[in-house]
């Protein structure tokens, strides 16, 4: 799998759009940037995944560069429930075999949403 | 749908004894795994299933761990016998699985609460 760097920490104003950047230079044609977070004593939280356009669902959106080596995950309006750990996992698509669903978690980033 | 159903959710126990960890995956799911989080080595997948077998279990730290899946809404991961630096918090997660044609969703992955153990 493609390797990720994320930075260690960010904040953000409770209101305003988080931007979360992730480097995947790395990144082949057939992988996915799929996006989870964990919330302080919880299981992690799929969020959103896309391949090459942006997606967009009802918790955030996904910008993926046109050559694939970044992205940015957009919460549009933070809250300070999402306080959070945010992970960018590259990973392929299930395609029988053995290899499909073994997401490997990096350190991601720490997001803190304050008044 | 409840979710994935962990039990127990707090587990205090000694050294040299065996600790049981339980898991109910959403119901239709094939996929099953589980996880194991520290604050040293973050969070590692020990093992998951696929139709209830073991597809990989390449994670699991020794033979002091064992995990088993009898049947789609049921698994155990046991540890025998506990050590102290076996204390962290377990999760498991379920996925749907896309079937040959595979697809994205399989890694869609929906966790538990987790079970916090702790070995003394």
């Known amino acids: 799998d493609a390797k990720t760097t994320q930075p260690p920490s960010m904040d953000c104003a409770e209101g305003r759009a988080a931007n979360l950047p992730c480097n995947h230079s790395?990144?082949?044609?057939?992988?996915?940037v799929y996006w989870y977070r964990q919330i302080h004593s919880q299981g992690p939280q799929y969020i959103i995944h896309?391949?090459?356009n942006n997606e967009t669902n009802e918790m955030a959106s996904l910008i993926i560069t046109e050559d694939r080596k970044s992205s940015t995950l957009i919460l549009p309006h933070a809250t300070l429930r999402d306080t959070a750990v945010y992970y960018c996992i590259v990973r392929v698509a299930g395609a029988g075999g053995t290899s499909y669903g073994k997401l490997t978690f990096g350190q991601g980033t720490i997001l803190t949403v304050h008044p | 749908d409840a979710g994935v159903i962990q039990s127990p959710r707090h587990e205090v126990t000694e050294m040299g004894q065996e600790v049981t960890l339980r898991c109910k995956p959403i119901s239709g799911h094939n996929s099953l795994f589980w996880y194991r989080q520290t604050m040293m080595r973050g969070l590692e997948l020990l093992i998951y299933?696929?139709?209830?077998?073991?597809?990989?279990d390449s994670g699991m730290p020794e033979d002091r761990f064992s995990a088993k899946m009898p049947n789609a809404s049921f698994s155990t991961l046991k540890i025998q016998p506990s050590e102290p630096r076996d204390s962290a918090v377990y999760f498991c997660?379920?996925?749907?699985?896309?079937?040959?044609?595979?697809?994205?969703?399989?890694?869609?992955?929906?966790f538990g609460p987790g079970t916090r153990l702790t070995v003394l």
């Open positions: 790395t990144i082949s044609g057939n992988e996915y």
């Open positions: 997660a379920s996925s749907p699985f896309p079937g040959l044609a595979g697809g994205a969703t399989v890694n869609e992955q929906f």
């Open positions: 896309g391949l090459k």
């Open positions: 299933f696929n139709n209830n077998v073991p597809i990989d």
